[in-house]
C-alpha cells in the first residue's frame, strides 16, 4: 500500500488500526505483512486525506469513513464497487462505476468527533455550454450521527469521487510500472 500511495508504512498501519480491527493472521509480531482489500484501501486512502488535508483526527476520520460507509450501503453503492477496473491492452485503466446512474459525490460534513452532520450531493449530470457556464442536475440527501447539535462547526467539503479516483489512479500506475 505505501509503494502505491508513497505514505509511510507507520502513517497507513496508524490508519488501519485505527480503522479495522486486528488481522488475526498479521498480528503485530508474527512476522506476515496484512493484506488489504481494494475497498480497505479506499477507506484508508481517504481517511489519510481526511487527516492531511482537511485536520480530523485518526478517530475522526475513521468515524466519518464508517458513517459515510454506511450510507453508501443503504443506497445500494459498496464502497469496493467505486471504482471500476479493465485492461486496455497491456495496462490497467479504471472508470467510476455508471451503472449507479451518477458520476460525482460531495461530502459536506461538519462536527466534531461522535458528532457529525452530512449532506450529500449526488451530481447526476454535468454540462457547460459555449460559454463556458456549467449547469449540474443533482439530487441531495442527508444523514447525521449526532448526540449533541451545540458542538457543529460549518461544514468542510470532501470530494469522496476526486479521493477514489486518485488512488485508481496511483494503483493504476503501480500495476502498470
Not at 443506497?75 to 469496493?80: L, S, Y
Request: glycine share 6%; with cysteine.
Amino acid at each position: 500500500m505505501n509503494e502505491i500511495t508513497g505514505d509511510s508504512l507507520p502513517q497507513i498501519k496508524r490508519r488501519a488500526v485505527a480503522f479495522f480491527d486486528p488481522d488475526p493472521i498479521a498480528g503485530q509480531h508474527s512476522g506476515v505483512s496484512r493484506e488489504y482489500s481494494f475497498a480497505q484501501a479506499l477507506k484508508i486512502f481517504a481517511g489519510g486525506e481526511l487527516v492531511t488535508y482537511y485536520n480530523y483526527t485518526l478517530v475522526e476520520a475513521a468515524q466519518i469513513i464508517n458513517d459515510i460507509e454506511t450510507w453508501m450501503e443503504t443506497q445500494g453503492w459498496p464502497i469496493g464497487q467505486f471504482i471500476c477496473f479493465h485492461k486496455k491492452g497491456q495496462k490497467t485503466k479504471f472508470d467510476i462505476n455508471k451503472s449507479w446512474g451518477w458520476i460525482e459525490l460531495l461530502f459536506y460534513i461538519r462536527g466534531v468527533e461522535g458528532n457529525f452532520q452530512y449532506k450529500v450531493r449526488e451530481i447526476l449530470k454535468r454540462q457547460t455550454d459555449n460559454k463556458g457556464v456549467v449547469t449540474e442536475k443533482y439530487r441531495e440527501h442527508a444523514f447525521e450521527n449526532i448526540q449533541d447539535k451545540r458542538v457543529l462547526t460549518p461544514f468542510k467539503l470532501f470530494h469522496l469521487t476526486v479521493s477514489f479516483e486518485e488512488f485508481a489512479r496511483l494503483y493504476c500506475a503501480y500495476l502498470n510500472r
